[in-house]
């Protein structure tokens, strides 16, 4: 058996051992580095027990929270930021404290879900909808509400419209409880 340097090939078939303060690993001798040394890499380093290894540094392991750098891993439900020193999962976003991943529109959201809608979308009754304008689709399969001051008809988002105002046709304007539609007015019914 011969002794090979830091760097150099030992174990397996080469038959090698590595020199006093190095540690045959993967097949390459490598020597400890103590903390704030270097490691990884073609430094051939590995890092003392009790620190790891981190862009090229060997550093300690730090309590929780400890300095403001040190944070656990929070699971999709979990808590995150704040005092809580977690990040979320991959795949998750922290949201209001709590860790959540992005459903698509038509996709469960809210409550036991831990969903969020993504920016084109807005949870309705547990379920990610799109805003729709006047005249534009909603209801149905279409996962879209009408936007403030108008309402679903028929698959259609209408506005209300007050008596003699303008309904039907292309003006996607309903009339208000007790009048209908005539000639394109709103009227109130008449009565012989």
């Known amino acids: 058996?011969?002794?090979?340097?830091?760097?150099?090939?030992?174990?397996?078939?080469?038959?090698?051992?590595?020199?006093?303060?190095?540690?045959?690993?993967?097949?390459?001798?490598?020597?400890?580095?103590?903390?704030?040394?270097?490691?990884?890499?073609?430094?051939?380093?590995?890092?003392?027990?009790?620190?790891?290894?981190?862009?090229?540094?060997?550093?300690?392991?730090?309590p929780l929270g400890g300095n403001g750098t040190c944070r656990a891993?929070?699971?999709?439900?979990?808590?995150?930021?704040?005092?809580?020193?977690?990040?979320?999962?991959?795949g998750t976003t922290c949201e209001h404290g709590t860790c959540k991943k992005e459903s698509p529109l038509g996709g469960e959201c809210g409550g036991s879900s831990n969903a969020f809608c993504g920016d084109d979308g807005t949870c309705k009754s547990g379920t990610c909808q799109a805003e729709s304008p006047l005249g534009g689709e909603c209801g149905g399969t279409t996962n879209a509400f009408c936007v403030s001051g108008t309402t679903?008809?028929?698959?259609?988002?209408?506005?209300?419209?007050?008596?003699?105002g303008e309904c039907g046709g292309t003006t996607n304007a309903f009339c208000v409880k007790g009048t209908t539609c005539e000639h394109g007015k709103c009227r109130a019914p008449q009565y012989y």
């Open 152 to 164: 679903c008809e028929h698959g259609t988002c209408k506005k209300e419209s007050p008596l003699g």
């Open 73 to 90: 891993e929070s699971p999709l439900g979990g808590k995150c930021g704040g005092s809580s020193n977690a990040f979320c999962v991959s």
């Open 1 to 62: 058996m011969k002794q090979s340097p830091v760097g150099g090939r030992c174990g397996g078939r080469t038959y090698a051992f590595c020199g006093r303060g190095a540690t045959c690993e993967h097949g390459t001798c490598k020597k400890e580095s103590p903390l704030g040394g270097k490691c990884g890499g073609s430094s051939n380093a590995f890092c003392v027990s009790g620190t790891t290894c981190e862009h090229g540094t060997c550093k300690k392991e730090s």
